[in-house]
């Protein structure tokens, strides 16, 4: 999933140069609903869980998508990575139990390290360094860190087909409404088909039934852990294809991400932060 979702930030930023971001995630969500209705997913089985899911994972991708409007692929796929560590902080809270020591150092770390990637630290005010694709993106971090969470609290009760289905389903009416409520152009640039049957199919359909069947046998800090290796290979694809570097201070707050990230869940993972 991860691989996916990191060489997929590329492929929709280069969409979404030709088409509207509610419109590509209408047909993305449209894509992955019809696919996983074919495979048998049920989403009057999920109930619940798949409009909350839904709901969370609709506007976490329309923030994301939003983002990368203003922002480099790579720098979109860091600032995302940022939802792991708000999972364990968010866990915590609704347990009502005083979060570990890595967690707080990692959080520290990754804020650090947010504030070099986006050139905050060269500025006398964090907010006024952010570009609006950054506040975007940020803004899909405490999305997706709440579907991370619901996620790992449904996998376990619903069926993986019928919880994928349900909130692919939920995502593309919810996306379908706010379409009607303001129309908007279709492009027939290739990329944009392309992008839509890679990510509906595979970036979504594909990687959500993945992810409901494997959180039944993993912990959500456990499932945010593995979460982290995304921005790397965003990272990685963006060199490749776009020949993107970001340059020494923002390398080193890319670093600094993954490294809060992984001491926030390697040392904190052994309180009660489950869900």
Known sequence: MCVVWGATFVLEQAALRHVATLVFIVLRFAVAAVALLAVGGNPLKARAAGVLTGIFLYVGCFTQAEGL??????????????????VPLAACAVERVRPHWGVIAGAVIALLGLALLTGAA?????????NRGDLWTLACAFFFAVHILLMGHYSPRVRPRDLAAGQAVTAAILALLTFAAS????????????????????GTAAAFLIQAWAQQFTTSSHTALIFSSEPVFAWITSGIVLHERLGVSATSGALLILGGILLAELLGRRTAIEV
């Open 69 to 86: 409007r203003f922002t480099t692929p790579s720098k979109s796929a860091f600032i995302t990575g940022l939802c792991v560590i708000i």
């Open 122 to 130: 060269h500025q006398n005010t964090f907010g006024a360094s952010m």
């Open 183 to 202: 129309p908007m152009p279709l492009s027939n640039a290739p990329v944009v088909w392309w992008a839509v049957a890679i990510t509906g199919l595979v």
